[in-house]
């Protein structure tokens, strides 16, 4: 692997940009691999990239049926934070947020981790309960969290409709300064490029069709479209079709996949400076270095693989965002899009061991999984090399639902579901 | 937005009328005290989540306020047929190759 650097830019510059080499390599699968990993999005390969940095497992395969990062790595609306209620959560999230800062550096490729604050809108007193309620346990749990009066909120976010007869009147926000946003196609690019060089097979355009299993129950690999590829440690980072694979498997989840929509407005000069999230009225924004507004819905009613979703949803969004941003009622917006994601019923991921021997599952990321990309990867390679759970996945097994021991954001989560 | 046939107003109405209810035909134990760990949590918490046929229930909210069960694919969001609750799995389906 060249390293990128400024003096790379020159010498291809003097070159013609000639020298440039492919980011990773598209190999033939092998017969058999150490470790398979099902799913090439942000996780599986962040998972396949400390696998081998870490851990010095490198004979491993990433399988992909469509084409790297082209789920919903590339759908999100790439939004970062930590601001999560429960001790098991700010775990696992602030992990990953650790690992934002400096994740360009640790990949030589410029994420474009942006800590431009998050912002969350308390529009009654219920919201203004809660949200001081996440400031002063995130605080407990050594992460920024701050109140703002809706003065200070307007500061923060010039932009924000604040006066006192808005339909959603703001009446004080809490602000994650250390959250924000990043490049999300460049994140599974540059995981990929890593995990190449370290010699692991990025096999794109490769179905997973089945997985066998011996007769004392044990992995022994996966059917695909391009024929049986063996292995004693699978693991399942697949998002909404995460179940799907499991029950190749013969184990069933707790999950259900939805449609979850996003869109983009047309590029204009910088406007909106930080995420701005409102749960009452469900709608979140940023704006991206493109200059598109991102702005992210919530997922349709009933478990779907379609890809596409109610345009009301859409609709029911953009009535918010415009009654909190009345400047961008005449935007344009330019694209829309669906994800399937997957949502367990306590809406907190899972991240483990499962009842089959040497097959492993991440999933359960539900609407909010981008931003626990480095710290699901790092955490999920771990369990799969020590065959152990890392002390900060530990809690979040799948026997927990049998166990009751459930963590339980849906209840009181700062996300919009 | 899903139209979706009521059996009980015997219309197509759009979904904005309806609520998702999960999935159809998981039985509630007449005796929940007496449940194992494992029977309770495939009952409360284990779904098929199908990529393909699915059997849901249906809630007509704003309209006859009835629960009905539904037979949609999921790959396609396309309805195959509605029924009133109660009445049992349709063994065959009309216009699915099994």
Known sequence: ????????IAREAMRGHK???????????????DVIIVGAGGHGLATAYYLATVHGITNVAVLEKGWLGGGNTGRNTTIIRSNYLYDESAGIYDHALKLWDGLSQEL?????????????LAHNVHDVQVLKRHVHANRLNGIDNEWLTPEQAKEFCPPLNTSKDARYPVVGASLQRRGGTARHDAVAWGYARGA?????????????????????????????TRGFIGAKKVGVVAAGHSSVIM????????????????????????????????????????????????????????????????????????????????????MKMLRSWGGIVDVTPDRSPILAKTPVPGLYVNCGWGTGGFKATPGSGHVFAHTIAKDDPHPINAPFTIERFRTGRLIDEAAAAAVAH | MLLIRCPYCEEERPELEFRNAGEAHIARSANMAGESDDDFEKFFFIRSNPKGIIYERWRHMHGCARFFNAVRDTVTDKFVMTYKAGEPKPSKLPGVAK
């Open chain 1, 108 to 120: 030589n490729y410029n994420v474009m981790y942006s800590a431009r604050g998050v912002m969350m």
């Open chain 1, 247 to 330: 029950n190749m498997a013969g184990v069933r989840m707790p999950l259900e996949s939805y449609p979850l929509q996003a869109l983009v407005s047309e590029p204009v000069k910088p406007v909106v400076p930080c995420v701005v999230m409102s749960n009452t009225v469900h709608a979140y924004i940023s704006q991206s270095d493109k200059g598109e507004l991102v702005i992210g819905a919530g997922t349709d009613q009933y478990v779907s693989y379609s890809q596409t979703g109610g345009l009301h949803i859409l609709q029911h969004t953009l009535d918010a965002i415009c009654e909190m941003f009345p400047i961008f009622t005449r």
């Open chain 1, 196 to 224: 190449s060089a370290r010699g692991v097979h990025i096999i794109q355009n490769c179905e997973v069709t089945g997985v066998k299993r011996a007769a004392n129950g044990a992995v022994m690999g996966v059917d695909t």
């Open chain 1, 19 to 33: 020298g440039w080499e492919e980011q990773w390599s598209s190999p033939e699968p092998r017969k058999e691999y």
């Open chain 1, 1 to 8: 692997m060249k390293k990128y650097s400024v003096f790379a």
